[in-house]
């Protein structure tokens, strides 16, 4: 069975402090990994989608890298603004349409 | 843009009603999905549907159905809505057109409280 950790499950930075969130994920055959981003009350919002091994995308003050484990999503000289729940997801070889995602990381960012 | 929006950002209703969640997409998507978000537990898989009429079971189906008449349009209804149901209701839609191309798209979610 498909399945994805996220970590930590809350990170708290100050303002400018860089960090970065970990997604683990078990599937057989990955066909894609995805990042969202999740404002309380709100649907999440798509970021990026990583499909191989070494793989690197990038959005303003967001990167995101994928090995063949985990993925990581970078966040450099984060604003109040990024302060959001983000969620991680993954598509496996069975070629069903659905993700699977995991729990989120809480990220709060203090001015 | 992508455009998925839900009939209700808010709805509260009694145990034993019948409920109707509804999802409308504008970008021609094959695929739909209902999901539904609770804390410490992620979003999990109710029903998803890859073309009109058609509809498969996700993680968690037990005590919902769905309707896909039209493809821009997926409902989700609760036959006699529970208490163990109040949570936060997602709608998304993808294209499988495109290889590679399956990231899906978000409503703004229906908060529903069943008392």
């Known amino acids: 069975e498909d399945q994805v950790t996220q970590s930590p499950e809350a990170l708290r930075l100050q303002e400018g402090e860089s960090s970065s969130l970990n997604c683990s994920y078990t599937?057989?055959?990955?066909?894609?990994l995805f990042w969202y981003r999740q404002d309380p009350g709100k649907g999440p919002e798509f970021l990026f989608t990583?499909?191989?091994a070494g793989e690197e995308k990038e959005k303003e003050r967001l990167k995101a890298t994928l090995t063949k484990k985990e993925s990581f999503l970078h966040i450099t000289a984060p604003k109040p603004e990024d302060s959001a729940t983000y969620l991680c997801?993954?598509?496996?070889?069975?070629?069903?349409?659905?993700?699977?995602f995991g729990t989120g990381t809480r990220l709060t960012v203090i001015p | 843009d992508v455009k998925v929006t839900q009939s209700s950002r808010y709805l509260v209703k009694r145990t034993g009603e019948k409920v109707f969640l509804e999802c409308v997409q504008d970008?021609?998507?094959?695929?739909m999905f209902w999901y539904r978000q609770d804390p410490g537990l992620g979003l999990r898989l109710i029903y998803f549907?890859?073309?009109?009429?058609?509809?498969e079971k996700g993680d968690i189906p037990e005590g919902y159905s769905v309707s896909r008449e039209k493809k821009e349009r997926f409902s989700l209804i609760l036959e006699s809505a529970s208490t163990n149901q109040t949570s936060m209701y997602l709608c998304?839609?993808?294209?499988?057109?495109?290889?590679?191309?399956?990231?899906?798209?978000f409503g703004p979610g229906t908060r529903l409280t069943v008392t």
């Open positions: 998304a839609s993808s294209s499988s057109r495109r290889l590679g191309d399956y990231e899906q798209y």
């Open positions: 599937v057989s055959g990955l066909r894609g």
């Open positions: 990583l499909y191989s």
């Open positions: 997801a993954v598509r496996d070889q069975t070629g069903a349409n659905n993700l699977f």
């Open positions: 970008m021609d998507h094959e695929n």
């Open positions: 549907s890859y073309d009109v009429k058609m509809k």
